[in-house]
Nanobody, 124 residues
């Protein structure tokens, strides 16, 4: 099973932007959906964004839609562009690759490989 590696987490001021990257430890993602989740201290894990393998269909969690953009680069790396960041976006962001499971109109998890997480802190 391919290993997933996230990068790009940092401290950023409110209103700022940040771009996270997600790549396999070797080769490229193939025939898998790739998604981002986040978890803040004391809170449940939350779906952020997903890009499907077929057609590059994209889905977003309600709290980030319109501010975050998921994309796939020519090198196969999946990016999460985060704009208009708010303090409540502070969390550890996890990337996962595999089969998404849907419930109640949202992605609840991805069955596959998960990264170690990348800390994003939005603070002045």
């Amino acid at each position: 099973q391919v290993q997933v590696v996230e990068s790009g987490g940092s401290l950023v001021q409110p209103g700022g932007s940040l771009k996270l990257s997600c790549a396999p430890s070797e080769g490229k993602f193939r025939n898998v959906a790739v998604g981002w989740f986040r978890q803040a201290p004391g809170k449940e894990r939350e779906f952020v964004a997903l890009i499907q393998w077929v057609g590059d269909l994209k889905y977003y969690g309600s709290s980030v839609e319109g501010r975050f953009t998921i994309s796939r680069g020519d090198n196969g790396t999946v990016y999460l562009q985060m704009d208009s960041l708010k303090p409540e976006d502070t969390a550890v962001y996890f990337c996962a690759a595999g089969d998404p499971l849907w419930a109640r109109g949202t992605v609840v998890t991805i069955e596959g490989s998960w990264g170690q997480g990348s800390q994003v802190t939005v603070s002045s």
